[in-house]
């Protein structure tokens, strides 16, 4: 059974940083794009950022660019999401997410998306 388990939400002010972690255990299979999703309070589902397994590639939303970074340690299982110079409109549950594509993250296409973690919420601060 794949399971995802975030930490390191919490509330911090604009400007601010957090970082997220996700250990993902139980998958086998070798190519996979695994990253965050988050959703805001009445909004859609966006595809934040994601590393791809096979090359380490990785994407990032236009509107988190510059200020989040994706990295993983291989060794643990475990992708971690760096996120800086928060603002408030980063406010919403992140949600760790594990795919054998890029694409769910890269087109939104969060209905795709084979495996969820139950999420963790962020909240910035004005």
């Known amino acids: 059974e794949v399971q995802l388990v975030e930490s390191g939400g919490g509330l911090v002010q604009a400007g601010g940083s957090l970082r997220l972690s996700c250990a993902a255990s139980g998958f086998t299979f070798d190519d996979y794009a695994i990253g965050w999703f988050r959703q805001a309070p009445g909004k859609e589902r966006e ?52 795919d054998q594509s890029i694409f769910p993250f890269v087109y939104n296409d969060w209905t795709g998306v084979d495996y969820w973690g139950k999420g963790t919420l962020v909240t910035v601060s004005s």
């Open 47 to 98: 595809g934040v950022s994601c590393i791809s397994s096979s090359v380490g590639s990785t994407y990032y939303a236009d509107s988190v660019k510059g200020r989040f970074t994706i990295s993983s340690d291989n060794a643990k299982n475990t992708v971690y999401l760096e996120m800086n110079s928060l603002k408030p409109e980063d406010t919403a549950v992140y949600y760790c997410s594990l």
